[in-house]
Structure formats: structure tokens, C-alpha cells
């Protein structure tokens, strides 16, 4: 492999990134990663957070680069990790998110049936019989095969660098400031005890801020009632992308994206990557574009609500589908839109949004003063318990076409 300079990437959030290895150079340059600077992080947040333009490139690097430093204080504390171990562990960091499609969660499992998880395997997995097995040991610590069972918790847990840097970075670009974390404390503090990710005590109170700050960035930024708004645009757009489809109405859109409607149902992820690959945010806002003035007044609609940002209203409401509520807002659509047929009633979605900020199950565990390991549930003055906060709400059409 030809000898690269060591490269340096500036970042906003943590200042000057840079990784020792030139595989990890290798799998940054690979198409696979680059096509992440395509797809945005938060989805269609930037939509009500002016800021929040930033990609799952950008937090690619953020993950790896926190990986990076917690792998280093653990070696400096005595911990045995190789270096063979601490590249494998920067390269999962690197490959956790390469499965996501775009605009990221807005359109998961919308596209193709397949959890992004479960299509992040698929291509490191094709990218590793590329690169003649130099991935073998990220992808065990991905699949967490590997023996040493922290260093898949370090990538996913309840307490991992994907959401330490999510949790900072998109407060940073959204403004958001209950979203900050004290990500350094919290590094200096990460240890291992039987083989398992540990954090020390003294670090209670900023484990508990990270909770919190977890819970209002998701109420504030990922589940606010315009982005959940215009993420339900979308799912209403692509839905009816399929239904033109599946009745032979002909929809402007490249072959990838047609492949992927007309063939996923039956099909296996790897039978899908080479059309999954060619996917991004630009796909799907060129296909609105080009649909703007479709025969099929409902994708039309659509189409222009969502490049002129026309967000459809959005209220909580105490059910899942309150009748009375639901006939009014039909009425409202109605005056609105003008009666064209039934199928105006696709416009009117209702449904319930869910936050758990805390699971018992796999609890986070704290490293006493005196050397126990005692779960974050008995070690906190604040009490943490399994509890989902969920929310119904309906979505409707409000702007005149």
C-alpha cells in the first residue's frame, strides 16, 4: 500500500482531526464513505434549524475521532488494546453509519425494508472482500464477535462515542443548547472492568447531564412537530411514488430509485446495495423537482409543498386518532385543496412518536471509588427509570395549492 502523508480534517466541533493508520485514509476516500457528505445528518431539520446542515460525513469522522481518544486514555490507564485493536475499533466507528439513506432516519425502512444497521454490515462487508479481509476485525466489533466486549460497547451501548458526537454536533449546527454534553470529562473517565465498558464515578453527574441533554434534543431538534411534519411529507411522497408505480403512472425518477421501489419487497440487501449506493438527499429533492407538475394531483402537491417548504400542520393530540379531530381536519383540507376525490384522505396522517431516554436492560455501569461496579439506576441521586415518552399527533394539509 503506498505511503500517505498524514492527512488533517478541521472540524468545528472537535477541532483538528487526524488518524495514524492509512487504512483508515483508505476507507474515508472510499465512494461508499464520500457519499455520506451527501446526506445530511439531522434529516430534514435544516428545514426549521437553519444551521443544521451538516452530514453523516461529518459525524463519520466525529465518531472515529472520539473512538481515537477514548482508545488512548484507556492505553494510557494500562488497558491492553493493541494497535491492530484500536484501528479496528476506528474503522467500526467509521463504518457504523454507512448504511444510511437519505435524508437519514426520515425515509429508514421506507425505501427498501432494511434497517440501516442491517445495510451498514452488508457494505462493509463488500468493501472488505475489496480490500482482501483488512476490515475482518472491524466488522467482528461491529457484529460485537469480538472477545474483548468493550470495544463494541465503545461503539454501541447506551454511553458510546455515536452518540456523544450526534449529541454534540447537532447541537452545535441546530443551536440547541440543552444538548451539549461534557464529552471530554466523560473520555477521561471511560475504563473496563471484565471486559466491559465502564464509566468512574466521578463522572455521575456528567452521565446524567448526557441523559438529559439526550432527552431534550430529541423533544427539541429530532422530533419537533415541523420536522416530524415534514418527515411525514416525505413518507407520504415516497408512498405515493409507489402507489403511481404499482398502477403503471409513469414518475420522473432515475433507474436506481425505480429498481429499488419496484423490486425491494423480494429482495436481499446485497441484491440491493448497487442501487441502495447510488441513493442521497440529491436523488430525492431532484426527483421533486422534476415530479412538480405530475398528472397525480396528491404527488404534485407534494412535490411543491415540499420545495416551496409549505409545512403541513402538525398537533399533538391525546389519541392516536381522535374522530372529531380527524373530520375536521379532512374539512379543512377540503376548503383548502377542493374535493378531488377520496384520495385526498392520504394527506391526513396521525400516529405516535416514542422517547426512551433510559433502558435497564444493558444499564450503564459505574466504577466506585472502591473498585465495585454498581448500575447507573443505584449509582445516581437522580432516578432513572425505563420509561417512554409518547406523544399522538395528527398531520394535514393547511397551505392552498
Not at 492505553?75 to 463504518?95: M, N, P, R, V
Amino acid at each position: 500500500m503506498k505511503k500517505n502523508r498524514v492527512r488533517y480534517y478541521t472540524d468545528p466541533v472537535h477541532g483538528i482531526i487526524s488518524f495514524p493508520w492509512e487504512l483508515l485514509q483508505l476507507v474515508i476516500d472510499h465512494p461508499y464513505l464520500q457519499r455520506l457528505r451527501r446526506i445530511t445528518q439531522c434529516g430534514l431539520s435544516h428545514f426549521v434549524f437553519p444551521g443544521a446542515n451538516h452530514t453523516r460525513f461529518h459525524h463519520t469522522l466525529g465518531v472515529a475521532h472520539i473512538a481515537w481518544r477514548v482508545i488512548q486514555v484507556m492505553q494510557e490507564k494500562g488497558f491492553s488494546i493493541s494497535k491492530d485493536e484500536a484501528e479496528a475499533t476506528c474503522l467500526a466507528a467509521l463504518l457504523h453509519d454507512i448504511g444510511h439513506g437519505p435524508y437519514s432516519h426520515a425515509l429508514e425502512q421506507k425505501i427498501i425494508p432494511f434497517h440501516h444497521e442491517e445495510i451498514s454490515l452488508a457494505i462493509a462487508q463488500r468493501m472488505n472482500q475489496e480490500l482482501s479481509g483488512a476490515l475482518d476485525m472491524a466488522i467482528s466489533i461491529l457484529k460485537k464477535e469480538h472477545p474483548k466486549k468493550f470495544l463494541s460497547q465503545l461503539i454501541a451501548s447506551q454511553l458510546d462515542v455515536d452518540r456523544l458526537d450526534y449529541l454534540t454536533r447537532d447541537s452545535f449546527y441546530t443551536g440547541i443548547e440543552e444538548g451539549r454534553v461534557g464529552i471530554d470529562r466523560l473520555i477521561r473517565t471511560f475504563s473496563v472492568h471484565e471486559n466491559k465498558l465502564v464509566t468512574e464515578e466521578k463522572a455521575i453527574q456528567t452521565v446524567e447531564k448526557f441523559l438529559v441533554a439526550r432527552h431534550h434534543m430529541y423533544w427539541q431538534v429530532y422530533i419537533h412537530k415541523a420536522v416530524l411534519s415534514i418527515q411525514q411529507m416525505l413518507i407520504m411522497l415516497v408512498e405515493r411514488i409507489k402507489t403511481n408505480c404499482r398502477n403503471q403512472n409513469d414518475v420522473i425518477m432515475p433507474s436506481s430509485l425505480r429498481s429499488l421501489i419496484t423490486n425491494a419487497e423480494n429482495s436481499s440487501v446485497q441484491n440491493l446495495l448497487d442501487s441502495y449506493l447510488a441513493l442521497d438527499d440529491v436523488t430525492i429533492m431532484q426527483v421533486i423537482k422534476d415530479n412538480l407538475g405530475h398528472p397525480d394531483y396528491i404527488l404534485s402537491y407534494l412535490c411543491n409543498c415540499l420545495l416551496d417548504r409549505k409545512i403541513f400542520g402538525l398537533e399533538w393530540i391525546s389519541i392516536e386518532k381522535n374522530d372529531y379531530t380527524f373530520a375536521q381536519k379532512l374539512r379543512n383540507i377540503n376548503l383548502s385543496l377542493g374535493d378531488q376525490n377520496d384520495e385526498i384522505l392520504f394527506l391526513i396522517r396521525t400516529g405516535t412518536e416514542k422517547s426512551t431516554s433510559y433502558v435497564l436492560d444493558n444499564e450503564i455501569e459505574i466504577l466506585t471509588n472502591h473498585g465495585d461496579i454498581i448500575p447507573l439506576s443505584e449509582a445516581s441521586h437522580v432516578f432513572f427509570k425505563e420509561e417512554s415518552l409518547s406523544k399522538s399527533f395528527i398531520c394535514y394539509p393547511r397551505h392552498k395549492r
